[in-house]
């Protein structure tokens, strides 16, 4: 967890091999390493061992936890449609955990989309974490910190004004500061989308340069890149 909360996944991955059973596979290694796979960019690597931990796994909970995960996967894969039914078997799974209805509101926002249902399901992923509890406070925080990064994302995406959007990325931010660097990343660049559809070109530039800086081996610092590349801003 040290390697991964540095952004040193690489290393992370290394250690998962700790989490077999002698030379068998565990629902704990299959899970650890598909995450890592995927803040990596092993797309393929990562589906291929979350859905092979899936089958191993039997608590609800960490069931439902790998699925979102692998929602993501194909997420970035743009495969939408599959990611939208991971997620929602994610939450059926865990229903008090907002964070895979934030996936699917990602999911709209990705596509340039369906904004409205975008929108009703990030404040439904904000209104269940609010509440949530059963972890670590730092946790929950995180947790919410990244939900809301993605509402205002949806709200500017649905017209809201920069004002919103700027008290929302401040509080998301705050609330993510002291987080695993991959998080922090991500609460960046789902900013700079934000600022993106409110045609603050320097804002968004800016985030997306912090989401590269702070996450330079991860997925988000290399989508974040990439933007910046692809982009005249």
Not at 35 to 59: D, K, P, S
Not at 80 to 104: C, K, M, N, V
Not at 148 to 168: K, Q, Y
Not at 195 to 205: C, D, T, W
Request: glycine fraction near 8%.
């Amino acid at each position: 967890m040290a390697a991964y909360k540095a952004g040193d996944y690489s290393t992370a991955l290394k250690a998962t091999e700790g989490l077999k059973d002698g030379e068998s596979k565990t629902a704990p290694y299959c899970f650890y390493r598909g995450g890592m796979l995927h803040h990596l960019g092993q797309l393929t690597e990562a589906e291929a061992a979350l859905r092979e931990g899936l089958v191993l796994e039997e608590n609800p909970r960490l069931r439902a936890l790998a699925a979102d995960t692998l929602a993501s996967v194909l997420m970035d894969q743009q495969r939408f449609p599959e990611a939208i039914e991971f997620y929602q078997l994610a939450h059926r799974a865990w229903s008090d955990r907002g964070a895979s209805l934030r996936g699917i509101a990602e999911v709209w926002l990705r596509q340039g989309r369906e904004f409205p249902e975008a929108l009703k399901q990030a404040q439904q992923a904000v209104t269940i974490d609010k509440r949530s509890g059963g972890l670590p406070k730092e946790a929950l925080a995180h947790r919410l910190g990244e939900d809301l990064a993605v509402l205002a994302w949806a709200l500017a995406a649905n017209s809201a004004g920069a004002g919103t959007v700027d008290f929302l990325v401040a509080e998301a931010l705050r609330l993510c500061s002291d987080s695993a660097k991959a998080i922090l990343a991500q609460v960046h660049y789902h900013a700079a989308q934000a600022y993106l559809m409110l045609r603050e070109q320097k804002k968004a530039r800016e985030q997306f340069r912090q989401a590269a800086e702070i996450d330079p081996a991860g997925i988000f610092g290399a989508m974040a890149r990439s933007t910046i590349s692809a982009s005249p801003m």
